[in-house]
Structures are given as structure tokens and as C-alpha cells.
């Protein structure tokens, strides 16, 4: 554990409170849509397409941060997300530019948003015992 005095608490609060904002974006945009072909199959679709990437790239990145922010302590507080997979997907969406695999983004977006949004809020909700 860290100090309760830990300095980067409210730093640490406001990139989660934004990974949450991000979660629940992606998952509106894309509430109504049953398949990736819905993404690809018209401009709207695109548009949608690259904002997900954009805050994929984002949740990557604030979960990157945190990590560094808290010395690798409180992502381990929660084993089961696989933490450099999703630090790991920032990385490619930033520097993968037209090689980025829509099926793994569409995957994502089914099956990740779920557990990362439970993971975020756990970390919300006990961010003063946490750090």
C-alpha cells in the first residue's frame, strides 16, 4: 500500500473519472450496432470507427499514466484485466496508423468495455484504501 497521503490520488481520480466518460461513449456509439460490417459500410460507420479508435487510444493511455503515477500498484489490484494488453492496443492504435485490425477493435468493443468499466469503478470506489 501506499501512503494515504499519496500525492497523485486526485491526478489518478480524474484519468479514471475520463476512462469512464470514454467507456460510456463507446458503448453508446455503439449500442445499436450488431456487426463490424455496420462500422465499415458507410461514412457515419467510419466516423464512429475512428472516434473508438481515438478513445481506445485514450482508455490505453490514462491506464498507462496511472500505472507510472502509481508505480505499477494499482492496476495489479486488479489481475484479471490484462493490463498490457490494453496499454498494449494504445500503443498500436497510435503508431499502427492504417494497420490496425478492425476485428480486434470490434472485439473490443463486444467483450472488453464490460470489465474494464467494472475495474475502473472499483478503483473509484476505493482509490483512498488503493493508494
Not at 14 to 19: G, K, N, P, S
Not at 54 to 70: N, Q, S, Y
Amino acid at each position: 500500500m501506499v501512503s494515504k497521503s499519496f500525492p497523485q490520488r486526485e491526478i489518478v481520480r480524474d484519468i479514471l473519472e475520463q476512462i469512464l466518460g470514454a467507456i460510456d461513449n463507446l458503448q453508446t456509439w455503439n449500442a445499436s450496432l450488431s456487426d463490424v460490417d455496420e462500422l465499415l459500410s458507410s461514412p457515419e460507420g467510419m466516423k464512429t470507427l475512428a472516434a473508438d479508435c481515438m478513445l481506445i487510444e485514450a482508455i490505453g493511455e490514462g491506464f498507462k499514466k496511472i500505472d507510472h503515477k502509481t508505480d505499477g500498484k494499482l492496476l495489479s489490484c486488479r489481475p484479471e484485466i490484462p493490463w498490457r494488453q490494453v496499454i498494449g492496443m494504445r500503443d498500436h492504435i497510435a503508431h499502427g496508423y492504417f494497420d490496425i485490425n478492425i476485428d480486434y477493435v470490434w472485439d473490443v468493443l463486444q467483450n472488453d468495455l464490460v470489465p474494464l468499466r467494472a475495474a475502473t469503478e472499483y478503483f473509484l470506489e476505493h482509490l483512498e484504501e488503493l493508494l
